[in-house]
């Protein structure tokens, strides 16, 4: 039977840092991952996680799909100085490996971010995405999340502007 889990990493054990490479390559070339526009170096994706990992307002959730890593969200907390934005976390990052879609994956994730904002005390979820992304977007609404911006030139791929939708979610008290 097919399984899905979540969970917040605080290293890489086994084929962690592979799988994660790998389902960012492949979410890379179809379309969107980290801004990155074509998948670069190995190596530097590699960087990029272990530096995620190393970030001390970052924490990094995994989704797990029969046990492969295959989704990622992080939750950027307010740095120290920022105390008129303490209420407020940022969802970041966040993709599910293009293998691994369709399966309830990424609505697991979300459920455990808002989950773990709601225990660290934060009132406020935001993210931005850019408006290609149906997917994320009716992930996004369907859980509560309301567009209150739009950025006209979020990204710049290929030539064209893509818009880009700011969003937040409100976590009460
Ligand atoms: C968006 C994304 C994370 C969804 O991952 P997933 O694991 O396939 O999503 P789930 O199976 O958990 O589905 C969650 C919900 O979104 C909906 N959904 C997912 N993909 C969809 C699509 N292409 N069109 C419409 N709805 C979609 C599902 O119907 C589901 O709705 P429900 O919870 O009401 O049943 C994944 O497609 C992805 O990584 N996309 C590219 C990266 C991206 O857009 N990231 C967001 C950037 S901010």
Redesign the pocket.
């Known amino acids: 039977m097919n399984s899905t889990h979540v969970e917040w990493l605080s290293d890489f054990e086994d084929d962690d840092l592979d799988d994660i490479c790998a389902a960012t390559e492949q ?1 890379i070339k ?4 980290f801004d990155w526009i074509d998948p670069p170096p190995r190596d530097r994706i590699e960087a990029y996680w272990r530096g995620a990992l190393l970030v001390p307002e970052r924490d990094l959730l995994v ?1 797990r799909y029969n046990g492969t890593l295959a ?1 990622t969200a992080q939750m950027v907390r307010p740095a120290p100085n920022n105390e008129a934005g303490a209420h407020n976390v940022t ?1 970041n990052s ?5 293998w ?11 459920d455990e971010f808002e989950k773990h904002a709601r225990e660290l005390g934060f009132r406020q979820i935001s ?4 408006e290609t ?4 977007i ?2 996004y609404e ?1 859980a509560g999340f309301v567009r209150w911006g739009v950025k006209p030139n979020y990204a710049l791929v290929e030539g064209t502007f893509i818009r880009g939708f700011f969003y937040t979610k409100d976590l009460g008290a």
């Open positions: 979410a179809v379309g969107i991952g989704g989704g969802l966040f993709f599910v490996a293009p691994a879609r369709g399966h309830g994956l990424a609505r697991k994730m979300l993210l931005d995405v850019r992304q149906e997917g994320a009716a992930l369907n």
